[in-house]
């Protein structure tokens, strides 16, 4: 079973910027197509960001909404995707994961067959 883990996650302030961490068990993060997903308070699960595996040249896709502000990157020696979020800005306040697929990039949660358990992200206005 793959496990992946967030990491870097807080409480911050509007204006700042966060760079969260999804770490595989194995080889996951370097070679899948990994995503990142948020959740607000009572709001769907979103997708976000998302990472092709190096063999679709690591290609990014984004949220439209959030282009200019996250940047998602790759580490292959640390097996860990990354989301670089700069400025952060209050509506950015959710429950952050990151999910892999060996098939494809998606922005369905449903088609991604690992998961985390995610990392809280707090802004304060």
């Known amino acids: 079973q793959v496990q992946l883990v967030e990491s870097g996650g807080g409480l911050v302030q509007a204006g700042d910027s966060l760079r969260l961490s999804c770490a595989s068990s194995?080889?996951?993060?370097?070679?899948?197509?990994v995503a990142w997903f948020r959740q607000a308070p009572g709001k769907d699960r979103m997708f976000v960001a998302g990472?092709?595996?190096?063999?679709?040249?690591?290609?990014?896709h984004y949220l439209d909404s959030v282009k200019g502000r996250f940047t998602i990157s790759r580490n292959n020696a640390k097996d860990t995707v990354y989301l670089q979020i700069s400025p952060l800005e209050y509506e950015d306040t959710a429950l952050y994961f990151c999910?892999?697929?060996?098939?494809?990039?998606?922005?369905?949660?449903?088609?991604?067959?690992?998961w985390g358990q995610g990392t809280q992200v707090t802004v304060s206005s």
């Open positions: 990472i092709k595996s190096p063999g679709s040249n690591s290609e990014t």
């Open positions: 194995d080889r996951t993060s370097s070679t899948h197509h």
């Open positions: 999910a892999s697929s060996v098939h494809g990039l998606y922005t369905t949660g449903y088609l991604y067959q690992n």
